[in-house]
Structure formats: structure tokens, C-alpha cells
């Protein structure tokens, strides 16, 4: 048993060393010189203005009229000129005053928010009530008989709701935005049914 012991350590000793490679104990060590892993930072996410701070607030000069006309808001061309309802749209705007027996000058043209909404096509819901009293404000010192209210989004519920507290008594009237109807010819015979009483409202006297 001995010398049988003795061979096998003699066999394993001989058999290690022709393949000292294979068996050898690798320990990986890291390369001093090799560079670190670049550290990626993600930068925080920051909050969009609801408003362009860049576009001046549209100044309006008040005074008695007739009616009330009202845009949610000015677009990036009226901010930019000063001048709500610019171009074609203004002078769509004229028409449909004339058609219901008025001159420009005797309708307060205004922007429920003043300033041009940007990443957004319209304002918030927050920001649209905040301008609440200052409407209310511009409405009573209009004295205007009537509201014309321009843009699908005088239908819907909140706007609707924002509408009567602004208007109170006094009637209002909602019908696409001249711009829209610049697009869409065919939604004129629609907005002059809405129209219609408007125009018997202001035809009668005071």
C-alpha cells in the first residue's frame, strides 16, 4: 500500500508539471493605467413655462363698445406686432362686425390671457382663471351690451363655467375663431345662425 501510495504522488507530481498552465491559479488585477468608466449624469428635468416670457404682454385700450369680442389668447404674430387679430384674420373679424351692423371701432377687441401661450397651443386651466377678474374688470369698463366669445374652447364645461361668472346678465354668443374659419370656409353659414340674434340684440335701443 505504501509503495502503491508513493507511485500515485509520484504520477500526479509528474502530470502537473507538463501542464502547469492549465491548472495554474489565474488572479485578475486591474490595469493602473486604465481609464475609469465615464460617469453619466442625467440632467433634472426642469418645468416648461405655461407662457413665453420672450413675447411682451398685449397691452389693450379700453373704451365704451357695443360688444365685447374675445379670443383666448393672442398668437406668437399678435404678441410679436402688438395687435390682436393681425393680417387676415382681422379682417375676417371686420366683416363679420359689419355683417351684424357694427364698425370696428365699436367692438373691444380682446385676449382672455395676454400673453402667447408656447409648447402648448392654449393657455392652462390655471392660468386661464387667474385672468378672471382682471376680464371682469375690462368688461365693465367696456360697457359692452354683449359678449362674442371666439374658439372651440369657449365649449367646453370649464370655459363655460368661467363664461357665466364673467358675464353674469349680460348675453354671450360662442363661434369658431376667424382663423379656423379662414381653414374651413364651410363653417361660416354656421356661425352666422349664432349670429343672427346677436345682430337683432344690437339692433334694438337702449
Not at 369657449?154 to 368661467?162: K, V
Request: charged share 20%.
Amino acid at each position: 500500500q505504501l509503495l502503491s501510495g508513493y507511485l500515485t504522488y509520484i504520477l500526479i507530481a509528474l502530470f502537473y508539471s507538463y501542464h502547469p498552465a492549465k491548472y495554474s491559479l489565474q488572479i485578475r488585477t486591474r490595469d493602473p493605467e486604465a481609464a475609469p468608466k465615464a460617469i453619466v449624469e442625467t440632467p433634472a428635468k426642469t418645468e416648461k413655462a405655461a407662457h413665453s416670457d420672450n413675447l411682451p404682454r398685449l397691452d389693450v385700450t379700453i373704451r365704451p363698445s357695443e360688444i365685447m369680442v374675445v379670443s383666448i389668447c393672442p398668437s406668437t404674430e399678435d404678441s410679436l406686432h402688438g395687435t390682436l387679430f393681425s393680417g387676415d384674420v382681422g379682417t375676417l373679424l371686420d366683416n363679420i362686425l359689419a355683417a351684424i351692423g357694427l364698425k370696428p371701432e365699436q367692438a373691444h377687441k380682446t385676449a382672455w390671457v395676454k400673453t402667447a401661450p408656447v409648447f402648448t397651443a392654449l393657455p392652462d386651466a390655471e392660468h386661464i382663471r387667474s385672468e378672471l377678474a382682471e376680464m371682469q374688470n375690462e368688461l365693465t369698463a367696456s360697457q359692452a351690451r354683449a359678449v362674442l366669445f371666439l374658439g372651440k374652447i369657449f365649449d367646453s364645461p370649464d370655459m363655460i363655467g368661467l363664461m357665466n361668472e364673467l358675464c353674469a346678465e349680460r348675453p354671450y354668443f360662442v363661434i369658431p375663431h376667424p382663423a379656423r374659419l379662414l381653414m374651413q370656409p364651410q363653417l361660416k353659414a354656421q356661425a352666422w345662425q349664432i349670429l343672427k340674434p346677436l345682430k337683432q340684440l344690437l339692433a334694438k335701443a337702449v
